[in-house]
């Protein structure tokens, strides 16, 4: 799925990847791989692949003719403390470092380039400086692991109203993050959900941080459905994503509204705003 460039000014192509969590919802796991490719897709994205073997997500890749363009570093079930990641919370670095390890095994399995290192809650009881020094400790380690297996990795800052107490508070905290440990191993993944629901101010926040930016995910709140269903300007916003010649993948991470191909006329109704 892509937005052809237009008239003379120099523009991006869009690669929009489905989020596999998210999208087809409809069918099993295994079978929204093709579903993918069927609807136009030529990447993939889901959070956490570590219920199957690699060698089974590895095929049905091929199969489908998909790229895996990101996946998470484990995180726990929901109500455990866990549950938005392990970064920044003290006492657990080994469990966080075998999983940093267990998702560079997955996404060199999967010739996956980028792996979401998830940050966590800050814990009941624990100080928010003495969680993000952990954090920063923790993602500069994660920087030279992912360095030696060739896998570049992604910072999220999520919104407070769906993920109280997450250890990154803003787009500026995660780009000083990443520009402190990580030099040319450490990006952001902007979500542009988080974003409005959080910092709103999308274009100026994006432009910003353009040249740190590796992954970009849309979602329309307040309802977090495909875009076009919610508040946000998308002609405006993909067009300053255009202009501004990013070169990655756009992870469509939404819960549609509907059924999941009818929902993705958007992509259509928008496809323009490059041009």
Known sequence: MHAAAGGGRKVTTFRFDANLKWLFTELEFEARFDAAAAAGFAGVEFPSP???????????LRDAGLTQVLINTPMGAPGTPTRSGLACIPGLDGEFRAGVERGLEYATALDCELLH???????????????FACYVANIAWAAEQAREAGVRIVLEAQNKRDCPGFVLQSQEQAAAVAEAVGGDQVGLLLDFYHLQIDEGDLIRTYRRFQERVWHLQVADPPGRHEPGTGEIGWRAVLRAVAESGYPGWIGCEYAPAGETVAGLDWVRRFRGAAA
């Open 50 to 60: 570590y219920g199957y073997a690699a060698p089974v997500l590895r095929r049905r």
């Open 117 to 131: 290192v998830v940050g966590g809650i800050v814990p009941d009881g624990v100080g928010r400086d003495r969680a």
